[in-house]
Nanobody, 125 residues
Framework: QVQLVESGGGLVQAGGSLRLSCAAS????????MAWFRQAPGKEREFVAA????????YYADSVQGRFTISRDNAKNTVSLRMNSLKPEDTAVYCC??????????????????WGQGTQVTVSS
């Protein structure tokens, strides 16, 4: 099982940027599809972005398309989420997740077996 630790959250004004990082230990990430999910108070967890294990192919939720960029560095065993043009509705706890060899249904949280504890992102208006 891979262990995941997020960092980089914080408070930012609307229109600002943040970069979240997810550091993995215990296993190499090269065989894992990695994703970011978020959960706002009183709302269900929602998919944000995913990057497949077998290539730099990324997918995004419609709400973040064009503003967020997911990337991975298998040599450093990390995954990042660059968030630009942040909006107050982006406020949530952001968690990274890992699923070995996942090729489909990457938007479904139930497909991911490893989760980090999360990092808070707060966007003020």
């Amino acid at each position: 099982q891979v262990q995941l630790v997020e960092s980089g959250g914080g408070l930012v004004q609307a229109g600002g940027s943040l970069r979240l990082s997810c550091a993995a230990s215990g296993r190499t990430l090269s065989t894992y599809t990695m994703a970011w999910f978020r959960q706002a108070p009183g709302k269900e967890r929602e998919f944000v972005a995913a990057i497949l294990w077998n290539g730099p192919i990324a997918y995004y939720a419609d709400s973040v398309q064009g503003r967020f960029t997911i990337s991975r560095d298998n040599a450093k065993n990390t995954v990042s989420l660059r968030m630009n043009s942040l909006k107050p509705e982006d406020t949530a706890v952001y968690c990274c997740a890992a699923a070995m060899f996942l090729r489909s249904d990457y938007r479904l949280s139930k497909k991911y077996r490893s989760w980090g504890q999360g990092t808070q992102v707060t966007v003020s208006s």
